[in-house]
Nanobody
Framework: QVQLVDSGGGLVQPGGSLRLSCAASGLLFNVYTMNWYRQAPGKQRELVASITSDGITNYADSVKDRFTISRDNAKNTAYLQMNSLKPEDTAVYYC??????????WGQGTQVAVSS
């Protein structure tokens, strides 16, 4: 059974940092592209960052130079390091593992709140 477990969210002040983790099990982790999405209240889910099986990364313009996605294939875990957080980063963050339309899995989400 495939499982993605998101963790690391919380409440942080503007300018602060958080590190999200996505622990995967039940899949061949190293062949999957790992993505982080977020969904703010009243807004559509948006892709924040992705990392391919080859380690190629891509970021939404709104988080470039502030967020860093990484993966540790030995630990079957993906990470999202978030620095210089802004109130507009407040959202539920979801980990996604994608290989093909049939192999597309989601974590349960972790809440990030940026507020003073």
């Amino acid at each position: 059974q495939v499982q993605l477990v998101d963790s690391g969210g919380g409440l942080v002040q503007p300018g602060g940092s958080l590190r999200l983790s996505c622990a995967a099990s039940g899949l061949l982790f190293n062949v999957y592209t790992m993505n982080w999405y977020r969904q703010a209240p009243g807004k559509q889910r948006e892709l924040v960052a992705s990392i391919t099986s080859d380690g190629i990364t891509n970021y939404a313009d709104s988080v470039k130079d502030r967020f860093t996605i990484s993966r540790d294939n030995a630990k079957n875990t993906a990470y999202l390091q978030m620095n210089s957080l802004k109130p507009e980063d407040t959202a539920v963050y979801y980990c996604n593992g994608y290989y093909s339309p049939l192999y597309d899995y989601w974590g349960q989400g972790t809440q990030v709140a940026v507020s003073s």
